[in-house]
């Protein structure tokens, strides 16, 4: 069982979150709190697994809450709960600097979003369940000269939890995801999050970034992430982010479609593309490009995916080499990429 | 109730709660700035833009978040709070209570003139930016905004044409495949637009014969950031962009490097951590102020009355088992009892306790109605509340609205002066208007107080005369009392024009028939040319009240604590008679005695009387004897019956009999 408690100055809120949480029954919410002082006592009191934390509170808010439970005995996981706005991006970034687990956006439009309440038994399950790898390979300088892409959008977060915590060992390609988030900071704060689960070091995309091997990327949004080949001083071939302002595509930005195309045709046949949860069509024109350069396509099963539009999307062009159960694709990308010349 | 059911009720009562608290701190700052009010506005406003993104209310979610922006930078001190846009503002808020009235009624919640409104107040936000408070002439990132778009400021700058950039590419002196690199950056830009012109011409770069330096001019919707970076393969040595080129080309033969630094994301997002005022102060900020902190929950009011009526039976069955218990000699239920007893008290008052309700709930609303109205009268008032937290059952709270909203705007609009009368006679221009709630002993009293003109005694007598209420002989010798008395007569006015505002044909007989029904007195002093003050007292609650049991002509009757001033025993010899009326002396007194035999027969054996009140007046009724004191409670009659002179309703105590209720207005005032 695991034991949450709810924090958040909003009734209405505090009682979505639980009603959320009560349908599993493997969650039981063993209380709530109106600010961040109460929290902090509820948290000694009842000494819950995970807390979900609201940031504007009144007294005190959840950053400060992140702040004093880290002196505190008890050290359960903090899930975050963001406002959709640029100002909460910026706060959830610095809440995972302080060391928040992770973070969900609240929920919008209720009554037409389905799987939302999904998501967050998902999340909280997986602050649970998936370790936290204390021990990373290092970044290797070396230039990538194969590329792992994957894409995703709504229900996608805590998919990437699960493929990036089951990779064993560093692999020698880049990984960029393309994760759908409203801009200002929010992927930021998903790449802390990622870079403590995963065996690799994860980071937000920097306009410029020479990727390189055995380090895996989340396309900064606001931008599309393109990848551009170059080629170094020294003359080894590789590829470069670069990220552009042009118009979202698929109502996105970045757009799967973007990073794929452009990733496809810097590194041709050593290119793997797979597709997790997302709503919408973004992805099925990327994939089919890298089909198209010879590189390997693949996507997650419907049963493990919140929302299987953007892997449809795909599938629908007849580009899709192969469709996988979540928890084996890091094997087979791992084979894959290690089965690749280059 | 559906889940979506049961959100929306919850939604529209916080909603309304948050609501509450933007009006009421906007009013705080209008009296200048306040950070906790900033603060709390910008709370609120963020609290209600994201539930109603979570209940898909899109209308008010951008209603909301428009407000909240604005807060951001009022917040930050990049805005500074102004009349209008206070006025804005509070017209925004005024959108929101429309559109929860509409969900409520399980409307849309959408808004007519949603457009306009967001654009006047994102004017503001925008108003506000361009003429830049303090960022003084240097380009910074926009995250000043509150929008923390990432796009570079210089962007909007070198962009000559929409979409459209020139760019001047320099490659090392020492570069020695300037073909390759060259060739690369332009199948790079290739990638982010379309390269419009370019000189030298492409085959001469890819032939390398060249001295090294690309002009171009590329259509590209990608941005400069991107540009830049495309461009910067290695070996080059800058990139530039517009109407740097010229400038930058001297430097460059300078030996200078003149190389623009790419302005990264991260440097912007750091570059806004560290300097907004606004967002260090969202962290450091700690709430001090303990009394707006809510505790509660809530529950449907029905679901209370439900209850409360459950306990009243409870009450009343317990009276019964009592005496049966008593009647059959039964020891151990007696004792039973006697616990159950004072269980049911306990939840009894438990009960009433959670039926109370803090006046502020009422109070709050009326800053804004004093503030709307001393605009409209260009008068200025300050209008301060007190005792906010005195708490009053919910029944009476609900009738309590209208009568206090009625005397408020009866205090600005004919207590308080308008400001250069008011200076004249040597008082400050600005009036003041207090409203004051306190409790003493078991009543709640509010007063109402202005230090305006006062009540002119002149005026509303000669009112009165022409009305015809009273005669000019009864004008002179009324005593001040009386005679303000007379204003609450039906249908009396005194204002001179007719206003929109109190002088709407009804008139403060209005105020006391509502003081009435909640079992209340209101009274009125006034000292001309000082000011007006109304009191009003009020039981703390209806359903529960002390009652003296007596008899009279053998027949149990109740009256209200509240109305009973004495008892006294009655000999025969006080009695008086004026003209038909009897009347007993009663220390210097002489009050008017009342038998009531149509209601309970004649009786033989009146021995005591029992002195009552309502509002000043007093009366005096003979009963047969008194049975003791009790707190009962009391139940309307049923509509069946109607009403009923006299009687305000019934009660049942212990051992079940019916008890007529004495309903003493009624009775003072029919006499």
Request: with cysteine; glycine share 8%.
């Amino acid at each position: 069982m695991i034991r949450v408690l709810v924090v958040d100055d909003s009734l209405f809120m505090r009682t979505i979150i639980t009603d959320m949480l009560r349908k599993d029954p493997e969650i039981e919410v063993v209380g709530v709190a109106t600010n961040g002082e109460d929290g902090l006592m509820k948290i000694n009191e009842l000494k819950p697994d995970v807390v979900t934390l609201d940031i504007e509170m009144p007294k005190m808010d959840g950053i400060e809450v992140l702040k004093r439970k880290a002196t505190m005995e008890h050290q359960p996981k903090t899930l975050m709960l963001s406002s959709l706005t640029s100002q909460g991006a910026l706060m959830t970034k610095k809440a995972m600097a302080y060391g928040a687990d992770d973070f969900m956006l609240k929920p919008k439009d209720l009554a037409r979003t389905r799987g939302i309440s999904q998501e967050l038994i998902t999340k909280v399950k997986n602050l649970v369940n998936i370790a936290y790898v204390s021990r990373k390979t290092d970044p290797s300088a070396e230039i990538a000269n194969k590329i792992v892409l994957i894409g995703s959008s709504a229900g996608g977060p805590p998919m990437l939890d699960v493929l990036l915590s089951s990779f064993t060992t560093s692999l020698p390609a880049a990984i960029m995801i393309t994760q759908h988030m409203p801009e200002g900071g929010f992927t930021a704060a998903l790449a802390a999050r990622l870079n403590r689960l995963s065996p690799m070091p994860v980071k937000e995309t920097e306009n410029g970034d020479v990727l390189s091997s055995g380090q895996v990327y989340v396309s900064m949004a606001g931008y599309h992430t393109v990848i551009s080949s170059m080629i170094s001083p020294s003359g080894v071939k590789g590829g470069r982010v670069i990220h552009s302002r042009a118009p979202p595509e698929h109502s996105v930005r970045p757009a799967a479609d973007k990073t794929f195309s452009s990733a496809a045709s810097a590194f041709g046949p050593l290119t793997v593309s797979t597709i997790l949860s997302g709503m919408g069509s973004d992805g099925g024109e990327g994939t089919l490009a890298v089909k198209q350069h010879g590189g390997t396509t693949m996507v997650c099963r419907e049963s493990d995916c919140l929302v299987y539009g953007m892997a449809r999307s795909a599938l629908k062009l007849n580009c899709v080499d192969s469709v996988l159960p979540l928890r084996s694709m890091a094997g087979e990308i791992t084979r894959v990429v290690k089965s690749m010349g280059g | 109730m559906s889940e979506m059911d049961a959100y929306r009720a919850l939604y529209i009562a916080e909603s309304r709660e948050n609501h509450e608290t933007i009006v009421k701190n906007l009013l705080v700052l209008e009296n200048g700035p306040d950070e906790a009010a900033i603060a709390e506005i910008f709370r609120s406003a963020h609290s209600l833009k994201g539930m109603s993104a979570t209940m898909g209310f899109k209308h008010m979610e951008r209603v909301c978040h428009a407000m909240e922006d604005v807060f951001q930078l009022i917040r930050s001190g990049q805005l500074e709070v102004h009349q209008d846009l206070v006025d804005l503002l509070l017209a925004a808020s005024d959108d929101i209570e429309l559109m929860l009235d509409d969900i409520e009624s399980d409307g849309p919640g959408t808004l007519d003139h949603l457009e306009e409104r967001v654009q006047a107040l994102l004017d503001w936000k925008a108003g506000q930016n361009t003429t830049g408070g303090k960022n003084s002439g240097s380009p910074q990132p926009e995250n000043i905004a509150g929008d923390f778009s990432t796009q570079n400021v210089g962007e909007a700058l070198l962009e000559e044409e929409e979409g459209q950039y020139q760019m001047l590419i320099r490659l090392r002196d020492d570069c020695d495949s300037r073909n390759l690199r060259g060739m690369l950056l332009l199948q790079n830009l290739d990638q982010f637009g379309t390269i419009i012109q370019c000189i030298p011409e492409r085959a001469i770069v890819e032939d390398g014969v060249f001295d090294g330096t690309i002009r171009l001019v590329i259509r590209s919707d990608a941005g400069i950031d991107a540009l830049k970076t495309a461009a910067s393969v290695s070996d080059v040595k800058e990139v530039l962009f517009g109407h740097d080129i010229n400038l930058s080309a001297e430097k460059a033969a300078t030996g200078s490097t003149g190389v623009i630094k790419p302005l990264t994301l991260p440097d912007i997002m750091g570059a806004g951590m560290d300097h907004s005022p606004g967002i260090s102060k969202l962290v450091k900020e700690e709430r001090v102020d303990k009394s707006r902190e809510v505790k509660n929950i809530r529950v449907d009011i029905t679901r209370l009355d439900q209850m409360m009526n459950l306990i009243e039976d409870l009450v009343i069955n317990r009276g019964r088992l009592a005496q049966i218990a008593r009647k059959f000699q039964i020891k151990e239920l007696d004792e039973t009892l006697n616990m159950v007893g004072r269980s049911v008290s306990d939840l009894q008052n438990l009960m009433m306790n959670i039926r109370m309700i803090p006046l502020s709930h009422i109070f709050n609303r009326f800053p804004r109605t004093v503030r709307d109205l001393a605009h409209k009268e260009e008068k200025e008032v300050e209008f301060t509340i007190e005792g906010g937290d005195t708490e009053l059952d919910r029944s009476i709270m609900d009738g309590l609205n209208d009568p206090l909203l009625h005397l408020i705007r009866n205090g600005v609009d004919h207590g308080i002066e308008k400001p250069e009368i008011r200076m004249k006679s040597g008082k400050p221009g600005k009036g003041k208007l207090n409203l004051i709630a306190s409790r003493d002993r078991d009543n709640v009293v509010i007063v109402i107080e202005d230090d305006g003109a006062g009540i002119n005694r002149e005026k509303v007598a000669k009112k009165a005369i022409e009305r015809g209420l009273i005669t000019e002989l009864q004008a002179v010798e009324m005593t001040d009392e009386a005679v303000y008395d007379l204003l609450f007569l039906p249908g009396f006015s005194t204002a001179e024009k007719i206003t929109d505002v109190s002088g709407r044909g009804v008139g403060l007989d209005v105020v006391r028939t509502a003081i009435d029904n909640l079992k209340g007195t209101i009274k009125v002093e006034s000292s001309p040319g000082k000011g007006s003050r109304f009191e009003l007292v009020l039981p703390p609650t209806m359903a529960i009240v002390n009652v003296i049991m007596v008899r009279i002509n053998g027949r149990r009757c109740a009256i209200p604590v509240n109305n009973v001033v004495e008892v006294a025993g009655l000999s025969v010899s006080k009695i008086h008679h004026i003209g038909t009326q009897e009347a007993i002396m009663m220390r210097d007194e002489v009050i008017p005695l009342d038998r009531l035999d149509d209601m309970f027969g004649k009786s033989d054996q009146t021995e005591i009387l029992v002195v009552l009140q309502h509002q000043n007046k007093k009366r005096t009724i003979a009963v047969d004897m008194i049975e003791g004191q009790q707190e009962v409670v009391i139940k309307p009659l049923s509509s069946m019956i109607g009403g009923c002179r006299g009687i305000s309703g019934i009660t049942i105590p212990g051992d079940g009999e019916v008890v007529p209720v004495l309903d003493v207005n009624a009775i003072v005032k029919e006499s």
